[in-house]
C-alpha cells in the first residue's frame, strides 16, 4: 500500500518507466522521506516536504544519486563489482577488490542486497552476487575514470586465467572483454578469436561474428608485423565461416573477408591456407550467380593443390562438380563428383563440417541426386538422397542437416514426389527457425517447398512462398536459382489469371541465366515458356513450338536426358494436337526406351500414356 501523494509523485517523474519507478521508490526510502516494510510504504514527512525532496531527472541521475548516500567502502565496492561484470562471483571480487574493503566485505555486500542495488546469484559452485539490473551496473561502471577501470579489468582477466586455468574454453568471451578494456588488445586478440571459434562450434554465428569482429577491431592497435597479419588471417578465417552461417553464402561481407584473406594468404606465403579461402571465394561468387568467376576461383583451388589427396583435394573437387553443375556440363561435374566421393573418408573429413557449415560428402550428394536424375537415373538419384540423409543425421551438425534437407529435396522435386520434398523442407525450416539460419527458413527451405506445391498446383500458395523468398535472397545478395524460381514463379502467374505477369517474368528468367551462364535449368525455362504460350486466352502456337524445340536441343546437347524427356513429351504433346501423330511419336519413342530404371515416376509415366495414346491414334487413323 503506497499513499496517494507518493504514487503521484513516482508517477509524473518515472513517466511510466518501471525501471526509474523502483529506483525513485528505493530513492525517496534511502533520503528517509517514506519506509518501506511489510508490503507498505509510510510516508515519514508532510506532502509539502515530499515535494520539496530534490531528485535528479533522468534515471541516471537517481541511480548516482542513491550511490552517493552509501558510505564509501560500500561504493567503492559496488564500484569494483561493476568492473568484474553482472554476474560477481564473491572469490573474484574478494581478489581484486582493495583491502581495506575486503574484511568487511560480505556484510557490505549484504547492506547492499537490502538496499535492493544487487541480488543474490543462482550458482550452486560458489556464492555469488549479481546487479539487480543491467543499467545499474552501467552507470556505477560510468562514474569510475578509465585510468582506474582499466588495471582492475587486468585483475579480473588474470584471476579466470589462474581460478580456471584448466577450463579457459567457456571464460573465453570474458577474458577477451576484461584484456581489451584494460587496453591490452594483445592479450586479448588471441581471445577473441578463440571465443569465436568456441561459438562457431556451438552454432552461435551472431556470438561469432560479434567476437571475431571485435578481435579485428582490436587487432588495429597492434603494430604491423608477420605475427599481428597472421593474426588477422586467422581472425579472417574464421570470420568467413560465421559470415557464412549467419548471411548466406552470397553476403557482400564473406566476399570482402575472404579477398582480405586471400591477400594475407599471398603475402605471408601461407599455401596451407589458400584451398580453404578459395573455396569460401568460390562458394561466394557462385551463390552471387558469378559463374564464370566461381570457375576461375575452381580453376585456381585445383592448381593450388595438385595432385594432393587430402582434404584441400576433397573440396577442389567438390567445388569443380558443383561449378559444372550450374554450367550445365553435367558429364564433368559427375567425373568431379566422383572423385570427391572417393577422396572422402568419415573420419579424416568430418571436422570439415565446423569450418564449412556442411559436410562436403553431404553437399555432392545432394548434386549426386541432381544430375543422376538430370543425365537419366532417377533411381540412382533417390539412393543418392537416401545416403546423404544419412551421413546429414549422423553428423548431428545443425546447418549441415538443414542445408541436406532443404537443397537436398531437389532430388524429389526432380522426381516430382512433392509429399517427400514438404517432409524434408518442413523440417529443415523448422531448423532453420530454432538455430537462427535465415538463408535456410526463409530462402532455401521455402525454395524447394514451393516446387511440391507447384507439383501439387498450389499455385497461390506457391507463389506466396516463392516471392519473399526471392526477396531474401536478394537482399542478402544472392542470384543462384533465382532463374529457375522466377520460372516456377512464371508458371503460378499464368495459372492465376495473370498471364501476361507470367511471360514476363519467364523472358526475365531467361535473361538473367543467359547473363550468369546459369543452365542447370535452361531447357526446363524454355519448355516453362512453351507452357505459358500455350496458355488461354492468348495462344501463340508457333511461338510455343519454337521454344519446346529449343528445349529439347539444349537438353540433348547437355545429355541431360530427363530434361529433354520432359521437354519432348511437352512437344510431342503439341505436335499431336497438330496432326503430326507419326513425328510425335519418332521424337518420343526413343528417349523412352533409352531409359532402364525410374519406370514409375511421374515423367517416364506420362511419356509412357502419352506414346500409349499415340500408337492409338496411330492404329485408328491406319
Same mark, same amino acid.
Given at each position: ?529 512453351? #507452357?505459358? &504460350? ?5 495462344? =501463340?502456337? +508457333? %511461338?510455343? /513450338?519454337?521454344? *519446346?524445340?529449343? @528445349?529439347? $536441343? !539444349? ?41 532402364? #530404371?525410374? &519406370? ?5 509415366? =506420362?511419356? +509412357? %500414356?502419352? /506414346?500409349?495414346? *499415340?500408337?492409338? @491414334?496411330? $492404329? !485408328?487413323?491406319?
Amino acid at each position: 500500500r503506497v499513499p496517494e501523494v507518493v504514487t503521484e509523485l513516482i508517477c509524473r517523474r518515472a513517466a511510466g518507466n518501471p525501471l526509474f519507478t523502483e529506483e525513485l521508490a528505493y530513492a525517496l526510502r534511502d533520503s528517509g522521506v517514506v519506509r518501506l516494510e511489510g508490503g507498505v510504504c509510510t510516508l515519514l514527512c508532510t506532502e509539502d516536504e515530499l515535494q520539496a525532496v530534490p531528485f535528479p531527472e533522468t534515471i541516471d541521475g537517481v541511480i548516482t544519486s542513491r550511490l552517493d548516500r552509501l558510505p564509501l567502502p560500500h561504493q567503492l565496492l559496488l564500484k569494483v563489482a561493476s568492473v568484474v561484470g553482472r554476474d560477481i562471483p564473491l572469490r573474484l571480487l574478494l581478489s581484486v577488490a582493495p583491502k581495506s574493503v575486503v574484511a568487511e566485505a560480505v556484510q557490505e555486500l549484504e547492506d547492499l542486497e537490502q538496499a535492493g542495488l544487487i541480488l543474490p546469484a543462482q550458482n550452486e559452485k560458489e556464492r555469488a552476487y549479481r546487479f539487480k539490473n543491467i543499467l545499474t551496473r552501467e552507470v556505477i561502471y560510468n562514474l569510475m575514470p578509465g585510468a582506474q577501470r582499466r588495471p582492475l579489468h587486468e585483475q579480473v582477466a588474470a584471476w579466470y586465467e589462474h581460478t580456471h586455468a584448466l577450463d579457459l574454453a567457456r571464460f573465453c568471451p570474458l577474458l577477451a572483454h576484461h584484456y581489451s578494456q584494460a587496453g591490452l588488445s594483445a592479450q586479448a586478440v588471441p581471445y577473441w578469436l578463440a571465443a569465436g571459434q568456441e561459438a562457431i562450434r556451438a552454432t552461435a554465428m551472431v556470438e561469432a561474428v560479434s567476437h571475431l569482429s571485435k578481435g579485428l577491431a582490436f587487432l588495429e592497435d597492434l603494430p604491423p608485423s608477420p605475427a599481428r597479419d597472421r593474426q588477422e588471417l586467422e581472425l579472417q578465417i574464421a570470420l568467413g565461416t560465421a559470415t557464412m552461417a549467419l548471411y548466406g553464402w552470397p553476403a557482400a561481407e564473406l566476399g570482402t573477408t575472404l579477398r582480405r584473406a586471400h591477400e594475407l594468404c599471398l603475402e605471408l606465403g601461407e599455401t596451407a591456407q589458400l584451398p580453404s579461402i578459395l573455396w569460401g571465394l568460390w562458394v561466394n561468387a557462385f551463390t552471387r550467380g558469378q559463374h564464370r568467376q566461381a570457375l576461375n576461383w575452381v580453376k585456381e583451388m585445383l592448381a593450388a593443390v595438385g595432385d594432393k589427396q587430402d582434404a584441400d583435394g576433397l573440396l577442389a573437387c567438390y567445388s569443380a562438380a558443383v561449378s559444372y553443375f550450374w554450367l550445365g556440363d553435367f558429364a564433368t561435374a559427375r567425373r568431379y563428383g566422383e572423385r570427391a566421393l572417393s577422396l572422402y573418408d568419415f573420419a579424416r573429413h568430418r571436422h570439415l563440417v565446423h569450418f564449412i557449415n556442411h559436410d562436403p560428402k553431404v553437399a555432392v550428394l545432394i548434386y549426386e541426386a541432381q544430375w543422376q536424375w538430370i543425365l537419366g537415373f532417377p533411381d540412382r538419384a533417390l539412393l543418392a538422397v537416401a545416403e546423404k540423409d544419412l551421413l546429414a543425421r549422423r553428423l548431428e551438425h545443425p546447418f549441415n542437416l538443414a542445408f541436406a534437407l532443404s537443397w537436398g529435396a531437389a532430388g524429389y522435386a526432380y522426381r516430382r514426389e512433392a509429399e517427400q520434398v514438404l517432409g524434408q523442407t518442413e523440417e529443415a525450416i523448422a531448423l532453420g527457425h530454432a538455430h537462427r539460419l535465415p538463408v535456410i527458413h526463409a530462402v532455401v527451405g521455402p525454395f524447394w517447398k514451393a516446387a511440391a506445391l507447384l507439383e501439387q498446383q498450389k499455385y497461390a500458395e506457391c507463389l506466396a512462398l516463392l516471392r519473399p523468398a526471392v526477396a531474401v535472397w536478394s537482399s542478402f545478395g544472392g542470384q543462384l536459382n533465382v532463374p529457375y524460381c522466377m520460372g516456377m514463379m512464371a508458371l503460378c502467374l499464368g495459372h492465376t489469371g495473370q498471364l501476361t505477369e507470367g511471360r514476363a517474368l519467364i523472358t526475365e528468367a531467361l535473361a538473367l541465366a543467359e547473363r550468369n551462364d546459369e543452365r542447370a535449368h535452361e531447357a526446363e525455362l524454355w519448355r516453362i515458356k512453351a #507452357e505459358l &504460350l500455350q496458355l488461354a486466352p492468348d495462344p =501463340d502456337p +508457333a %511461338a510455343a /513450338l519454337t521454344c *519446346l524445340q529449343r @528445349a529439347v $536441343a !539444349t537438353a540433348r546437347a547437355q545429355g541431360a536426358r530427363s530434361w529433354e524427356l520432359r521437354a519432348a513429351t511437352s512437344l510431342a504433346r503439341t505436335l499431336a494436337s497438330t496432326g503430326s501423330t507419326a513425328a510425335a511419336r519418332d521424337l518420343l519413342q526413343p528417349l523412352y526406351a533409352a531409359f532402364t #530404371e525410374g &519406370l514409375t515416376t511421374r515423367d517416364l509415366q =506420362d511419356a +509412357a %500414356a502419352l /506414346l500409349n495414346e *499415340l500408337s492409338v @491414334a496411330a $492404329a !485408328t487413323s491406319a
